[in-house]
């Protein structure tokens, strides 16, 4: 078959770009509206603030992570707070949740060095571990990654009280200085954190993110404790899914956290993306394809070859609208507006990878490679 015969086939497939990057124009603006409208649970007044225990799973020495994991020493919070740290085995974590524990000896901090495996997932194995060190019955696991503010555990903690409220979760926007973590913040700005606004605003989805899960030691207890998600890829999911099982639900705090970016080179932030996007297609694969119209600037790019007259203007529409969404997740949330330049970069990487997901089933996550099953669960591959 010639380059002649295939050319109507390739103006199709350009035209059909063209047309999914005009929806997506439409999509990206519903997105910037709700953003801008976005509240997330209406916060209840409440006397009581509970003894907490914060959960926090490490697993390396990442980038200013004394400086996170002192911010929930310093909470505006009346109740007693117990932190429990965890590590499976890493020396320069374990010397941080040391120096950490030694910084601030007035607080109740518990250190659990336990290279124990519960299932494949890391992380829960960790939380498995570091759970018979829990003194309290309000559990509120927190990622490593994330930075919070001084009323976080008093806002969480308070929209727990909500009548059939199963856990309170958090949404997050991405922060970094090098090239690489700006571009890892611009995904979770500008991609994840507007389709989860969209969900949750529309009642499509109750999210239930790593970045915070709130809940009860006996709700814990109800589904099955960590080690049922053992073997989970999207174990915050999973958990989340177990909770709504039982007529319960997943409640987002209106405050964000922060979720610090920590790719040093182009290839971790490959890695990075890769895993999140095969994670968000094993949970729902039908949704996800059709998150393809979230990339209206690559689309629109492809469809120019289509040789439309309205091409290149839907191709200007596309990438303002998507420069428009950035400024209202910016302004929304208080956040820097310093990377706007990097957004048309950022989006042909984003649609990239977001092909690639469709093109193998393995994720690299703390060190190890492992294959995702078409039930989201995780196998560990042996190292060559």
Excluded at 69 to 82: K, M, N, S, T
Excluded at 162 to 167: D, H, N, S
Excluded at 316 to 326: E, I, N, P
Aim: hydrophobic letters at 45%; charged letters at 20%; proline letters at 4%.
């Amino acid at each position: 078959m010639s380059a002649l015969d295939l050319l109507p086939f390739i103006q199709a497939v350009c035209g059909v770009c063209l047309a999914a990057a005009a929806v997506g124009c439409a999509f990206t603006l519903l997105q910037a509206f709700l953003i801008a409208r976005f509240s997330g649970e209406a916060m209840i007044e409440s006397a009581d603030e509970p003894a907490v225990t914060v959960l926090k799973p490490l697993h390396d020495d990442e980038p200013e992570l004394l400086s996170r994991l002192g911010r929930f020493c310093e909470q505006d919070y009346a109740g007693p707070v117990q932190i429990v740290c965890g590590v499976r085995g890493d020396a320069t974590a374990a010397a941080v949740m040391q120096e950490f524990k030694a910084k601030f000896p007035d607080k109740t901090i518990e250190c659990v060095t336990d290279a124990r495996g519960h299932g494949s997932n890391g992380k829960v194995s960790n939380l498995v571990n570091m759970l018979p060190s829990a003194r309290h019955g309000t559990l509120v696991l927190s990622d490593s990654d994330i930075v919070v503010e001084a009323d976080y555990l008093r806002e969480v903690t308070a929209l727990l009280e909500a009548p059939r409220v199963g856990a309170v979760t958090c949404l997050y926007y991405g922060t970094g200085e090098g090239l690489w973590q700006r571009l890892s913040a611009l995904t979770i700005n500008s991609h994840f954190l507007p389709q989860a606004i969209l969900a949750t605003s529309l009642g499509l989805a109750q999210y239930c993110c790593g970045a915070t899960v709130a809940m009860r030691r006996s709700m814990l207890d109800r589904i099955g404790g960590f080690a049922a998600f053992g073997d989970e890829l999207a174990d915050d999911f999973a958990i989340g899914n177990a909770i709504r099982s039982l007529g319960l639900r997943i409640v987002t705090a209106p405050r964000l956290v922060g979720h610090r970016c920590r790719e040093g080179s182009f290839g971790e932030l490959m890695q990075h993306q890769l895993r999140a996007t095969r994670t968000i297609k094993s949970i729902d694969p039908v949704g996800y394809i059709g998150t393809i119209i979230a990339h209206p600037w690559a689309l629109a790019l492809l469809g120019m070859l289509s040789g439309s007259v309205i091409a290149a203007p839907i191709a200007v529409v596309a990438l303002a609208s998507r420069l428009l969404l950035c400024l209202a997740v910016a302004r929304r949330f208080g956040l820097p507006r310093r990377d706007l330049w990097l957004v048309p970069l950022h989006d042909m990487v984003a649609f990239a990878v977001y092909f690639m997901s469709f093109c193998g089933k393995t994720v690299h996550w703390q060190g190890s490679d492992y294959r995702v099953t078409e039930e989201g669960m995780l196998i560990e591959l042996e190292a060559d």
